[in-house]
């Protein structure tokens, strides 16, 4: 079955303690990338990958990190986290040949 | 002003009503999404359109690049299609997509 799967569903955390929000989609996707979604505000970009080794920032990058080490994975980094960071993540990828948008479950995160 | 603008952002109705939801854009794009969130999350996408007009089941996607608008309509709504909408467009490359901000549509039984 053609999936994202994002993991953990639900993380809390305490202020400044590094975390990792892992992403994996096995669809041979090309592109894949970050959103965080706030109330009142919809989804906004934190990162975005077009291939392996090639990733850029989106429209909210700050206190975040990401890698793009193999195809399949794109895990976000939170060396630092602060309570702003509180949201609601989401992980999509397409591919060239579709553009279809893919989102894997979610990651409710709070930063205590 | 948003470059896209969707509306109306809450809508409630009775079941068995046509719903509408509107998506106007002010770039030109490549593209644009239709997508489905449920209470709870997950985010699903329910059409990609560049021109005219897709159908799935009770939904119908229209677009009018001329006049940078699309709408999303769904027939026969049933309490299960409750959920918040949300158009997306692509700008340029269609990797990069500028976002609406939703429509909750809310439908009693």
């Known amino acids: 079955e053609a999936q994202v799967t994002q993991n953990p569903r639900y993380l809390i955390t305490v202020t400044g303690k590094k975390l990792t929000v892992t992403c994996s989609q096995n669809?041979?996707?090309?592109?894949m990338s970050w959103y965080r979604q706030d109330p009142g505000l919809g989804l906004r970009q934190i990162y975005y990958s077009m291939n392996v080794e090639v990733t850029d920032k989106g429209d909210v990058p700050e206190g975040y990190k990401v890698s793009r080490k193999e195809k399949r994975n794109f895990p976000l980094i939170l060396e630092s986290p602060s309570p702003n960071q509180t949201s609601l993540y989401f992980c999509?990828?397409?591919?060239?040949?579709?553009?279809?948008?893919?989102f894997g479950s979610g990651t409710q995160l709070s930063v205590l | 002003k948003n470059e896209v603008e969707q509306s109306p952002q809450n809508l409630t109705a009775q079941e068995g009503e046509f719903i509408t939801i509107n998506c106007s854009y002010s770039?030109?794009?490549?593209?644009l999404h239709w997508l489905q969130q449920h209470p709870g999350g997950g985010i699903v996408s329910l059409f990609m359109?560049?021109?005219?007009?897709k159908k799935h089941g009770r939904l119908i996607a229209t677009i009018n690049i001329q006049e940078k608008h699309s709408s999303l309509h769904i027939t026969a709504s049933h309490p299960r299609d409750s959920a918040v909408y949300i158009c997306?467009?692509?700008?340029?490359?269609?990797?990069?997509?500028?976002w609406g901000a939703g429509t909750k549509l809310i439908i009693k039984p």
């Open positions: 669809m041979n996707h090309e592109y």
């Open positions: 997306a467009v692509g700008k340029g490359s269609n990797y990069q997509l500028i």
């Open positions: 770039v030109g794009i490549s593209a």
């Open positions: 359109l560049s021109s005219g007009k």
């Open positions: 999509a990828s397409t591919g060239t040949q579709s553009l279809k948008l893919f």
